[in-house]
């Protein structure tokens, strides 16, 4: 099953891994919680798709098309006339089907083997956090890996135009990807053949800048050029906080049980065999002289760079989902090297056991791990809301479920404040966060839901005076204004589970 180097087009064993995996994620089904971070995400989809620029509709941290991917989803969902949210999880569901293909085609072309694809695309479906997000969406993270994925194929075939642009691409739907990203694109483009290693930079170069000039002048020209900027660049510069692996290892570790259980093995032994493969090769002249065994060499030193990354700023389990994409090529990697001592058949025997793995892990897991929260959540906001004027106003602090739910905007942009967005909130503010108050107050919504664990000292007051608490949903705690008739607050204390 050896490829020839010339081939480079997906072929009829990726689009069927592909449509495989698709067929498993579709079985976790759609019906997942909806989480604050997948909340935030899909009320920024909404936003977009009521023509609100990202960053005006909801301030965050991730890049643009972490607002503009989800959007297309629900702009879909409005067109055939079904939910926004399922609108948003089906195309996500089929962003991560593609990954899988991309993910063969990656580990295909890199080794030059259907066997190494086959085992890259199983390795990276099988992982619960993928099957996960494919269909319990939206999540940043599928845009980035995707997008990441087609840049190393880019750069393994010295489509470097095309690396800069995806780099771009993937660095606007989350950040932190710059790093591993650009530093495979840059050491590509050095050891390729000395008369095209300028070309390759300019050509990333290139690619990469029109992207980005694209989107400045798109901001530019709706008006939110300084949104864009504050939530894409100065938050992180100014404003955020976040530790890395570094500062508590062994807390971080149990986060990564925690989000992966016991698939994360299957990360790190990928991530190890490719840091391996690196360094074989870097000792190896022939393999040194070989095109593909220096891009393997890069990969793993981008691999470091991730890592490198991680290791000063890791922000729970998700942020792992960055090294994935290494860790899918590293498997492949490991079928590579045994079918180079063993014969044919042993090879594609480790590969279908490997596969057969794979699979009992990726079916185990969508047929049982999936929950139906989405259901009461749903069941819960419509309950609570039926016994509330129509025209009922809605301030979420870190919940925003309840405005996916029943398609509410915010009073304000401001829903994230944890992490050091809450002093960017004071510096940028009228009056700073007391002002910022001072607005929730004359605003006087009728409903505050404030999410699990967020606790902040200015909504404190202006609950403790102004509001009563009414109960728990899966996910936030809600908050009806003083005034509210006793009968109806006895039925609305009822509609919640907790």
Known sequence: MRVPSG???????????AVASGVVFLAHGFEGELTRDLGLYAYAGQQVADGVPPYVGVMNRSGPLAHLVPGLGAAGARVLGVDDLLGMRVLFWVLSVAMVWATYVLGRDLFERRFS????????ACLPVIITYATGGPREKTTMMLLLTWALVAMLHRRFWWSGALVALATLTWQPVFFPAVVAAVLCALVAPRDERLRGLLGIAGGGALVTALMIGWFAAVGALQDFADGFVLIHLDYTYQPGLGDDLEHQWEGLLEGFGASIWIVVAGLVALL?????????????????????????????????????????WGDALLLVPFAA??????????????????????????????AVIAVGFSLNGGSRMLDEQKREVGDFFALLPQDATLLSVEAPQPLVL??????TQHQMFRA???????????????????TVRADAPDVIAVGRYAYFAWVDPILAEDYTRVGTSPGWTWFVRNGTPPDVLVQLQAAVSG
């Open 7 to 17: 081939l480079r087009r997906p072929d009829v064993v990726g689009a069927a891994v």
């Open 406 to 411: 029943t398609g509410r905007t915010n009073l």
């Open 276 to 316: 391996l493969l690196g360094a074989r090769n870097l000792l190896s002249r022939t393999r040194r002289a070989e095109p593909l065994g220096r891009t393997q060499i890069v990969f793993a030193v981008a691999t470091i760079a991730g890592l490198a990354w991680s290791w000063r700023v890791f922000n729970g």
């Open 117 to 124: 694809g086959v085992a890259a695309a199983v390795s990276l």
């Open 329 to 358: 090529v590293g498997i492949a990697a490991i079928v590579a090297t045994v079918a180079e001592h063993v014969p044919a058949r042993a090879a594609l025997a480790t590969t279908v056991t490997w596969v057969f793995v794979a």
């Open 420 to 438: 050091g967005l809450v002093y960017y909130v004071d510096d940028s503010w009228p009056g700073g966060i007391e002002g910022y108050a001072d």
